[in-house]
């Protein structure tokens, strides 16, 4: 009677969100706790958005919308692919769907079918994996490290693919690392690409705005391989718009299609609110204030976490993540506590330091853990503080 569905059974609950819901438990019983585990940006989404959402509301938006999003959505996304990015696309090729996530869901179901394979570099996002899983898809993980600054090469990328490749997953700049791929470096796997022309790569550019080394490189600019890319981007990261679920894909048209198909079966247009606050977002600008407070939030991560013994540590570039290498403490322990992996590291340093982190298994990669540095300055120094202090006890 209580059996679950085997796709389900199947699937892996998000460690993101389990620690974050961890953390917060030991909040409500009276604990300082601070979250390093959450990835959403700690900033109020801008006041010229908020406006154009209250003028929506009283322009009584508050109707059925249609499936691929309202018009001057769509032509905003495609405005702002045109006037950052310098690519063209029309309306019909984006799909406006409840965040990036959706998104990536939307084109793994109309893309892959069951036993073809997907490539995914490792660290990857949590959901990753498990939305290839929904398809009935097969993960197919290149492991990368700190010494490749957790990029992929065109060789391990040949290596990887097979005849039963259909797809490859592409994150910059990257959660959990904050790497970004060079315009090179996109231009070398695209050179591999181009001699499979059955794949399909999701680009998942949702941190395109939170970029350290300038202009964010996309690798839809390639043209030839440009009908076989699929952007994934949305207004969560960029402009503090996590709760508003507002992600789009720009593909080929073919793509677009079925994405519309599969969403006006499964949702149908998403928040009319939401949409019209996004279309303020999309013509205007990202905040450098915020970008700048990222970056120098990294800075004092990168300094703090560098002097404390067996963290090892890369500079991302992007996004706001770090995701040190740390099994130094492994095989240590304290207080009965034995520190096996990167898990049991997370757990005690919420329960010792009352810091929450991710363990770089969520990821797919063992011997590392990710840090957000999404929240005020003051509160990663305290961490760091307790970070040290707890990990000296290690013995």
Avoid at 59 to 78: E, H, Q, R
Avoid at 237 to 261: E, H, L, P, Q, V
Wanted: one cysteine or more.
């Amino acid at each position: 009677m209580d059996r679950v569905s085997a796709r389900i059974a199947a699937l892996e609950e998000s460690q993101t969100l389990a620690m974050t819901q961890k953390a917060r438990e030991l909040s409500a019983q009276g604990v300082d706790v601070i979250s390093l585990s959450v990835g959403e940006p700690d900033f109020n989404t801008p006041d010229h958005i908020k406006a154009a959402a209250k003028k929506a509301i009283d322009d009584n938006y508050s109707f059925y919308t249609p499936v691929p999003g309202f018009k001057d959505l769509l032509d905003a996304i495609v405005g702002k692919l045109k006037r950052e990015n310098g690519l063209s696309y029309v309306a019909d090729q984006i799909v406006v769907s409840a965040g990036a996530k959706h998104s990536l869901s939307n084109v793994l179901m109309c893309v892959v079918d069951k036993g073809d394979e997907v490539i995914v570099p490792a660290p990857y996002w949590v959901s990753y994996t498990e939305l290839v899983k929904l398809a009935e898809g097969r993960n197919v993980i290149i492991e990368t490290d700190l010494a490749s600054d957790f990029k992929i090469t065109p060789q391990q990328l040949r290596a990887a693919i097979t005849p039963k490749t259909r797809a490859l997953l592409l994150c910059s700049p990257s959660n959990p690392t904050g790497s970004v791929y060079t315009r090179d470096e996109l231009r070398a796997l695209a050179d591999v690409l181009r001699e499979h022309p059955n794949i399909i790569v999701l680009a998942d550019e949702i941190y395109e705005h939170i970029n350290f080394v300038g202009r964010h490189e996309s690798i839809a600019q390639f043209d030839d391989i440009r009908d076989r890319v699929v952007i994934i981007n949305g207004v969560s990261k960029g402009y503090a718009m996590t709760g508003w679920r507002i992600g789009f894909t720009a593909s080929a048209k073919w793509i677009a299609n079925a994405c519309k198909k599969l969403q006006g079966q499964q949702t149908s247009g998403v928040c009319s609110i939401s949409q019209k606050a996004a279309v303020a977002a999309f013509n205007g600008e990202s905040s450098p204030e915020m970008r700048a407070a990222f970056q120098r939030r990294r800075d004092l991560m990168l300094e703090g976490l560098g002097q404390i013994e067996g963290f090892r540590l890369n500079v991302p570039q992007g996004a706001f993540y770090l995701f040190p290498e740390v099994s130094h403490f492994f095989g240590k322990s304290h207080g009965g506590q034995i520190i096996s992996n990167s898990a049991d590291l997370a757990m005690y340093l919420l329960n010792q330091a009352h810091v929450a982190t991710v363990p770089g298994s969520a990821f797919g990669l063992e011997g590392y853990l990710r840090l957000s540095y999404a929240t005020a300055d003051d509160k990663l120094r305290q961490a760091i503080d307790r970070i040290a202090k707890a990990v000296a006890l290690l013995g």
